[in-house]
């Protein structure tokens, strides 16, 4: 077996259409992980064995989560997973045909060989970019779908609160809150850049910049009556002055901790948890994982609106496999607007 060849993630290079790539964690980081924590691994393509097929990878998904798995749950020195689009250019499996674009979870390498099971095909639309089912239509918007419907079960009316909502999921939960009948919507970000963009693009009714001074401060300005619901992506402070701000029988939506990912000794959250009694509050956090039964709603349901232009896809693309580690580091600095999505080249 060829040990395949090493280099650091900030070696410029060219892939050759002969030579796979993967990309492997070499340590775990403490605090903000860095270019130095990964590397690039070449080995020639694989052959599909019997039962698999080769799929050549064109979009991939970098995603928050990836940094908590970087603490214990991805092994050292070895391929890490993550959200994919791919065609498949060899198959040895009549259930994986040869052209087909499939999703798969294999990612952070230009080429898999995977099996039936571990993909999912997916359903055409005409006018649906592909990069849609990494976003809107993929876990990123499915998990601001289970979250409103499922979890909060928003009421019409209801007036919400999202942290971190110029992210990924904050701007689908915007989007889809608005079409699902939500009142007044409020959504922090990090920076005066990102605040426009939500009231001018995504439709938030008021937008604040968490750097601008105290969360609860600012929220109690932007909501100066209350809000019913607060989907949270970030913890910390976020959590504390939503809970201050919720009225009775509030919700709370717990999806991330993006603000303690990368400060492992950040201080407790502190609240009233009196107020939880008094006001008859429920938190509720879940994983998107246990919720694939709702994909084929979230289709029926986004998909004609955007097709209709009341929808819209909000996307930071980086074009480039050799670009997935700086794009993944990037999106944990706030670099993006919307889902932070990696293409293999501008053709898509």
Do not use: C
């Given at each position: 077996?060829?040990?395949?060849?090493?280099?650091?993630?900030?070696?410029?290079?060219?892939?050759?259409?002969?030579?796979?790539?993967?990309?492997?964690?070499?340590?775990?980081?403490?605090?903000?992980?860095?270019?130095?924590?990964?590397?690039?691994?070449?080995?020639?393509?694989?052959?599909?064995?019997?039962?698999?097929?080769?799929?050549?990878?064109?979009?991939?998904?970098?995603?928050?989560?990836?940094?908590?798995?970087?603490?214990?749950?991805?092994?050292?020195?070895?391929?890490?997973?993550?959200?994919?689009?791919?065609?498949?250019?060899?198959?040895?499996d009549p259930a994986l045909r040869e052209g087909e674009i499939v999703f798969h979870r294999l990612g952070w390498r230009t080429h898999s060989v995977v099996r039936p099971e571990e993909t999912r095909r997916?359903?055409?639309?005409?006018?649906?970019?592909?990069?849609?089912?990494?976003?809107?239509?993929?876990?990123?918007?499915?998990?601001?779908?289970?979250?409103?419907?499922?979890?909060?079960?928003?009421?019409?009316?209801?007036?919400?609160?999202?942290?971190?909502?110029?992210?990924?999921?904050?701007?689908?939960?915007?989007?889809?809150?608005?079409?699902?009948?939500?009142?007044?919507?409020?959504?922090?970000?990090?920076?005066?850049?990102?605040?426009?963009?939500?009231?001018?693009?995504?439709?938030?009714?008021?937008?604040?910049?968490?750097?601008?001074?105290?969360?609860?401060?600012?929220?109690?300005?932007?909501?100066?009556?209350?809000?019913?619901?607060?989907?949270?992506?970030?913890?910390?402070?976020?959590?504390?002055?939503?809970?201050?701000?919720?009225?009775?029988?509030?919700?709370?939506?717990?999806?991330?901790?993006?603000?303690?990912?990368?400060?492992?000794?950040?201080?407790?959250?502190?609240?009233?948890?009196?107020?939880?009694?008094?006001?008859?509050?429920?938190?509720?956090?879940?994983?998107?994982?246990?919720?694939?039964?709702?994909?084929?709603?979230?289709?029926?349901?986004?998909?004609?609106?955007?097709?209709?232009?009341?929808?819209?896809?909000?996307?930071?693309?980086?074009?480039?496999?050799?670009?997935?580690?700086?794009?993944?580091?990037?999106?944990?600095?706030?670099?993006?607007?919307?889902?932070?999505?990696?293409?293999?080249?501008?053709?898509?």
């Amino acid at each position: 077996m060829t040990t395949p060849r090493t280099t650091p993630v900030t070696t410029p290079r060219t892939v050759s259409p002969d030579v796979a790539l993967t990309v492997q964690q070499t340590a775990r980081p403490t605090g903000f992980p860095t270019p130095g924590h990964f590397r690039f691994a070449e080995s020639a393509v694989p052959e599909p064995a019997p039962g698999t097929a080769l799929v050549e990878n064109l979009y991939w998904s970098v995603d928050p989560y990836h940094r908590e798995m970087m603490d214990g749950d991805f092994e050292l020195n070895a391929p890490l997973e993550g959200r994919t689009l791919g065609r498949v250019v060899a198959s040895r499996d009549p259930a994986l045909r040869e052209g087909e674009i499939v999703f798969h979870r294999l990612g952070w390498r230009t080429h898999s060989v995977v099996r039936p099971e571990e993909t999912r095909r997916l359903p055409h639309h005409d006018g649906v970019p592909l990069s849609a089912h990494l976003g809107l239509f993929g876990g990123t918007g499915l998990t601001a779908y289970v979250g409103l419907t499922r979890i909060a079960r928003l009421r019409e009316g209801d007036d919400v609160f999202v942290s971190a909502a110029a992210g990924g999921v904050g701007t689908a939960t915007g989007r889809l809150a608005r079409l699902l009948g939500a009142g007044r919507l409020v959504g922090s970000a990090g920076s005066a850049a990102k605040v426009a963009y939500l009231k001018e693009q995504v439709g938030y009714d008021e937008a604040f910049d968490h750097h601008g001074g105290s969360v609860a401060g600012q929220l109690a300005k932007a909501a100066p009556t209350g809000i019913d619901l607060f989907v949270d992506n970030v913890g910390g402070e976020h959590l504390g002055a939503a809970i201050g701000a919720l009225r009775g029988r509030g919700r709370v939506v717990r999806i991330g901790t993006v603000g303690q990912y990368n400060t492992p000794d950040a201080p407790p959250v502190l609240y009233n948890h009196a107020d939880v009694v008094e006001k008859s509050l429920r938190i509720e956090g879940f994983l998107v994982s246990d919720y694939q039964d709702v994909q084929e709603e979230l289709y029926a349901f986004a998909v004609p609106h955007l097709l209709a232009g009341r929808l819209a896809l909000d996307e930071t693309v980086v074009d480039g496999f050799e670009g997935i580690v700086e794009a993944f580091l990037s999106m944990l600095r706030g670099g993006n607007t919307g889902k932070m999505i990696v293409r293999r080249d501008a053709t898509g």
